[in-house]
C-alpha cells in the first residue's frame, strides 16, 4: 500500500518506520526540517521494547503531488483541520484518509476539509513516544489500534487500512463502532490529562491523591453520564472502577496535556476535557467539573503567551 504520514512527530515516526518496514511504500510529511532531513539521508530510526531498526522513508516538509491509497493524520487534534488543507496531491479519487487524534473534535474538522465519505477515524490506546531527536523516535508502550468508518465510508476500506497495520506488527482491528470506543478512551482521558496538566502529578500519583482523585473521578463520572445521555452505547458500567483501573496499569504515565505544559506548549485539552461541555451543550445539559478543569488549564496556559 502506498501510504503518506502527515505530522511525523513521535506517534507519527512509529507508525511510519513500522508500516514502511511491513513493505508498503510510505512517505512523510513534516514541517521540521532538520528532521525531514536526516530521515531522507539516514532512514527514520525506531527503538522500543522489540528492539532498533532504521526503516527507509520519502520525507518531505510540504505534501508532494504523489496520490497514495492511504493518508494518515497524526497531528495534533487543533492542527489536524489545518493539516487536512494541505494533502493537494497526496488524495485522489479513491485515497482513504484516517485521522488519529486524541480526544472529540478532530475527526468533525478533518471531514469538513476531506469529505465524510473517504474518512477513518482511528483510536490509539496505551501508546507512549518521544522524539529522541532528528530521525529518531522511541516508544515505550503500544497496546492497540481501532478503526472505523467516520460516515459512510464502506467496512472493507476500514479492515483493508487495519490489515495493512497489522502487517505492521500493531495490534490494530476495523470496529463497527468507533463512536462508543473514542468515548470509552475520552472518560479515561478526563481523568487524567487536566488533573496531571494542573499539578504535574503523574496518572498514578493523580489516582492516589486525595483531593485530586476526587476531582479525577468527578470528571470521568461526569463524561460518562453526559455519554449515556447523548445516546453513546460505551461498554462501562462503573467509570470510577474504570479509570482506576486504567490508572493502575500505567502509573508513572505523564499525559500528553502534562507534556506540552512542561515544554510551554498549548495542549489538546479543549478536544479532551473540553469536549465534555461542548457535547453536554448539545442536549442541553451541563459539565461543570470538566468546564473549570478546561477553564483552569487554559488559564495556564495563557501565561504561555503573555
Not at 493524520?73 to 485521522?99: E, H, N, Y
Request: aromatic share 6%.
Amino acid at each position: 500500500m502506498r501510504i503518506a504520514v502527515v505530522g511525523c512527530g513521535a506517534m507519527g515516526s512509529v507508525y511510519a518506520a513500522r508500516l514502511a518496514r511491513a513493505g508498503h511504500d510510505v512517505l512523510v510529511v513534516d514541517a521540521w526540517a532538520e528532521h525531514v532531513r536526516a530521515i531522507g539521508e539516514n532512514g527514520l530510526h525506531v527503538s522500543g521494547p522489540d528492539g532498533a531498526f532504521a526503516a527507509p522513508v520519502r520525507a518531505f516538509t510540504s505534501a508532494p503531488e504523489e496520490p497514495v491509497d492511504l493518508v494518515v493524520l497524526a497531528v495534533k487534534a487543533a492542527d489536524a483541520a489545518a493539516a487536512a488543507r494541505t494533502l493537494g496531491g497526496l488524495v485522489g479519487p479513491d485515497t482513504v484518509v484516517l485521522t488519529i487524534q486524541n480526544g472529540l473534535g478532530s475527526a468533525e474538522a478533518v471531514a469538513a476539509e476531506v469529505g465524510g465519505a473517504r474518512l477513518a477515524v482511528g483510536i490509539a490506546k496505551g501508546f507512549g513516544a518521544s522524539l529522541e531527536g532528528p530521525g529518531r523516535a522511541h516508544h515505550n508502550a503500544m497496546r492497540a489500534l481501532r478503526f472505523g468508518s467516520y460516515d459512510s465510508l464502506a467496512p472493507g476500506e476500514v479492515e483493508r487500512v487495519a490489515d495493512a497495520w497489522r502487517r505492521g506488527g500493531f495490534d490494530c482491528a476495523a470496529v463497527d463502532d468507533i463512536a462508543a470506543m473514542q468515548w470509552e478512551k475520552l472518560i479515561c482521558n478526563v481523568a487524567y490529562s487536566a488533573p496531571c496538566a494542573l499539578t504535574g502529578m503523574t496518572v498514578g500519583q493523580v489516582l492516589e491523591h486525595t483531593e485530586m482523585g476526587t476531582v479525577s473521578r468527578d470528571a470521568a463520572a461526569e463524561a460518562w453520564e453526559i455519554a449515556r445521555a447523548r445516546g453513546i452505547a460505551v461498554q462501562v458500567d462503573d467509570p470510577v472502577e474504570f479509570v482506576r483501573d486504567f490508572g493502575a496499569r500505567m502509573p508513572d504515565a505523564k499525559p500528553s496535556a502534562l507534556l506540552d505544559i512542561e515544554a510551554g506548549r498549548v495542549s489538546e485539552i479543549g478536544f479532551i476535557n473540553g469536549a465534555i461541555p461542548r457535547e453536554a451543550d448539545k442536549i442541553g445539559a451541563r459539565a461543570p467539573v470538566n468546564a473549570t478543569l478546561t477553564a483552569l488549564v487554559r488559564t495556564r496556559e495563557a501565561m504561555f503567551r503573555a
